[in-house]
């Protein structure tokens, strides 16, 4: 699913942001990234993504191979994995329901399963009464969830939260979390980053802690100690 093998990723002109990063996360995993800031969150992030290339080792991301991979596959490497960001990147001046099939129809896909699937996605994140809102007209924890559906659209099998409780009161960021484990029991896989501990400590199945570039700690609940 996941498979970082040593990877190193050296910003120019001398920053490691990662150092020999090795690490695997299976199909079906609820996993928390944690890290203070600059610990190279946002670079593992950005690595699995494509984003960025590591500059050591190879990283493959739900059977592609991105230190290999051809620029035309990457929009369909990217299909198979879902991010809901910080900011949540919605479209300012499209209603929830159309920042939802606006993410479909870049991607080809008919405007009959956009009108099926739509909804059924709005439902699934309690929005199914807010879809005609513009991003402006919904609170934080709306938007959060528009962006969550959003990511949704292409039956992920991994769905990433980047810093999920961030820009959201602490009912709302319960409420996304429990989103989250919702959205994990069908199998797919989801993996939060995020800096704050006791998040990572209330709902954790494996925590994977960062520390200036390299893994510290990875711990699944019950069991203790490096992996
Ligand atoms: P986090 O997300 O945990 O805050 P980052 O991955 O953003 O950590 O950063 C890890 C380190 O890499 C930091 O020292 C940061 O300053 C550096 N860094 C991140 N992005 C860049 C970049 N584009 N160019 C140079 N240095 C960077």
Known sequence: MIDFKHVTKVYEPKITALKDVSVHIDKGEFVFVLGHSGAGKSTFLKL???????????????????????????PYMRRTLGVVFQDFRLIPNLTAYENIAFAMRVTNIDEKEIKRRVPYILNLVGLAGKRDKLPAQLSGGEQQRVALARALVHNPDLVIADEPTGNIDPQLSLEIMELLKAINSTGTTVLVVTHEHELARRYARRVIEMRHGVIVNDTTVGRAGVR
Do not use: C, H, P
């Open 48 to 74: 699995m993504l494509r984003e960025e290339k590591a500059t050591k080792g190879e990283v493959i991301v739900n059977g592609y191979n991105l230190s290999k991979i051809k620029e035309r596959d990457i």
